[in-house]
């Protein structure tokens, strides 16, 4: 199985400042086919369900603000918030799609 | 606007049986594959199971931890997810989400981008 690590495990970022998320995979998710990790990042607020924040490691989904970005290298991906707002508290999840079975990351909480 | 809503959630006892439903609205059910996740109290994302769009429906995917026990369909005629439970465990309580899975391979593979509330499932033992 791939297993895939987050950190830092809790992140305290100050209105307006970068926020930094760091996921990798125990090993590669890369298809050669068409050279795209199979990676999403998901917010999960408080009460509420994960919504999509960015799939194919980097693409960001329709919506999304363009201050969520996601970058990657190898084995090890970045999600950056690149101004945290107050609506940006929330758990943050990295998921490949790569293999069954699909992996979750064990989630960044990021509080102001 | 995609619109996923779970049902069926509930307090049973170790052994017994749930079916969960999700009724999905807002676009065309049958060209999308489909996933169940939970998620238990406090902790994080577990995916459950995953079933092809109307070609390829008869791919699923079941994790280990429910493989035999759980039974994913759907019916594409009512836009209608469901996920039978049963010899459930304590360890299955979690809520439930039903999510529209966008496929990237086979297994029913892909990421989620919609997600319904969630509906909660407890097996006390």
């Known amino acids: 199985d791939i297993v895939m690590t987050q950190s830092p495990d809790s992140l305290a970022v100050s209105l307006g400042e970068r926020a930094t998320i760091n996921c990798k995979s125990s090993?590669?998710?890369?298809?050669?086919?068409?050279?795209?990790?199979?990676l999403a990042w998901y917010q999960q607020r408080p009460g509420q369900p994960p919504k999509l924040l960015i799939y194919w490691a980097s693409t960001r989904e329709s919506g999304v603000p363009d201050r969520f970005s996601g970058s990657e290298s190898g084995t090890d991906f970045t999600l950056t918030i690149s101004s945290l707002q107050a609506e940006d508290v929330a758990v943050y999840y990295c998921q490949q799609y790569h293999s069954t079975p699909i992996t979750f990351g064990p989630g960044t909480r990021l509080e102001i | 606007e995609v619109q996923l809503l779970e049902s069926g959630g509930g307090l049973v006892q170790a052994g017994g049986s749930l079916r969960l439903s999700c009724t999905a609205s807002g676009f065309s059910f049958r060209t999308y594959g489909m996933a169940w996740v939970r998620q238990a109290p406090g902790k994080g994302l577990d995916w459950v199971s995953g079933?092809?769009?109307?070609?390829?429906?008869?791919?699923?995917y079941y994790a280990d931890s429910v493989k035999g026990r759980f039974t994913i369909s759907r019916d594409n005629s009512k836009n209608l997810l469901y996920l039978q439970m049963n010899s459930l465990r304590p360890e299955d309580t979690a809520v439930y989400y039903c999510?529209?899975?966008?496929?990237?391979?086979?297994?029913?593979?892909?990421?989620?981008?919609?997600w319904g509330q969630g509906t909660l499932v407890t097996v006390s033992s």
């Open positions: 090993q590669s998710i890369l298809y050669s086919g068409n050279n795209k990790n199979f």
């Open positions: 999510a529209r899975l966008i496929l990237t391979g086979s297994h029913a593979r892909g990421y989620c981008d919609s």
């Open positions: 079933i092809g769009d109307s070609v390829g429906e008869s791919s699923m």
